[in-house]
């Protein structure tokens, strides 16, 4: 069967500019087997061009621009699919701008059809001007639901979700977040795959690291879904979700061997699920690892809304 692979970012490729051990055998495997994939992340910051040449930075060799996909084009598809000729007056970075740009959406301080929220700064003025935008009839986009965003294994910073937020309480109007989960992500994602591969993989694989974000879009699109435990969640939060992702793995390193060989891992390597959560395998109890501790981290809010 073939199988095509939309792969998040933060947390299962990098962590604080580092590469997860094994990513490098994982996607010359992806590439040397034809199998197709996808980058796709929420942040709406950099432009696919830029994801590229960091990866290549990080050692990664073989990517270009058509390898990702962000919420930022998600968001630029979406107002081009929906509302063509429209005008924006956008919050955001580089990477937003320019896949606006590609669809040839206008900028608009002055009456723009929607406010268009991004990750990245913005100064007071910026949030004045876009409130007075949604006063004057401007709806309000988000390109991403994140409130925070990890930077380190301790620190975080503000996401796109924040931002919003703040427009959100200051103009009394609900906002419309693009990016994962939303559907509309994986819709456009998946017809992006399709195009890459100029046909249908017949099965589709999210693989991510956040619960609220990668597992519950993939289950709600439909898709299988592999969490890694690479990266925001660990294994002893899965069971607080109703949603539940297909398999658990400790990092994309595992899915190596399965994609040279075209033949499912042992599932005895994995983190099987007992109807009630994921428990180690009898094999997985060999390798025990940190992430077997059940201490339970401080608690913090959900990532997104
Ligand atoms: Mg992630």
Redesign the pocket.
């Known amino acids: 069967m073939k199988t095509g692979y939309l792969i998040?970012?933060?947390?299962?490729i990098y962590r604080e500019n580092q590469l997860i051990p094994g990513v490098t055998d994982f996607i010359q495997a992806l590439i040397a087997k034809g199998a197709p994939f996808l980058f796709l992340t929420n942040n709406s910051a950099p432009t696919p061009e830029d994801l590229a040449v960091r990866l290549r930075h990080l050692g990664i060799t073989g990517l270009s621009s058509r390898h990702f996909y962000t919420s930022a084009m998600n968001t630029a598809d979406f107002l081009s699919e929906t509302d063509p000729g429209c005008t924006v007056f956008v919050i955001g970075e580089g990477g937003l701008l320019a896949a606006l740009h590609e669809r040839k959406i206008a900028s608009d301080s002055i009456q723009p059809r929607y406010v268009v929220v991004g990750e990245g700064t913005t100064t007071m003025d910026r949030l004045t001007k876009a409130h007075e935008c949604i006063e004057k009839g401007a709806r309000l986009l988000a390109t991403n639901p994140d409130n925070w965003c990890p930077v380190s294994s301790n620190k975080t910073r503000p996401g796109a979700g924040a931002t919003a937020a703040f427009l959100e309480a200051s103009s009394g109007r609900p906002a419309y977040y693009l990016g994962k989960p939303n559907g509309y992500m994986f819709h456009r994602a998946r017809r992006k795959l399709a195009d890459l591969t100029l046909g249908t993989p017949q099965q589709v694989v999210m693989i991510?690291?956040?619960m609220e974000?990668?597992i519950r879009g993939a289950f709600e699109a439909g898709l299988q879904s592999y969490l890694v435990l690479s990266?925001?969640t660990k294994f002893e939060d899965i069971a607080d979700y109703v949603y539940q992702p297909t398999r658990v793995l400790r990092s994309v390193a595992e899915l190596t061997e399965e994609i040279i060989t075209g033949t499912p891992a042992d599932p005895l390597q994995d983190l099987v699920s007992n109807g009630n959560g994921f428990r180690f395998s009898k094999a997985g109890l060999r390798h025990q690892t940190d992430i077997f501790a059940f201490h339970k981290p401080r608690p913090r809010p959900a990532m997104t809304k």
């Open positions: 998040d970012m933060d947390g299962v991510g690291d956040t974000t990668d990266g925001s």
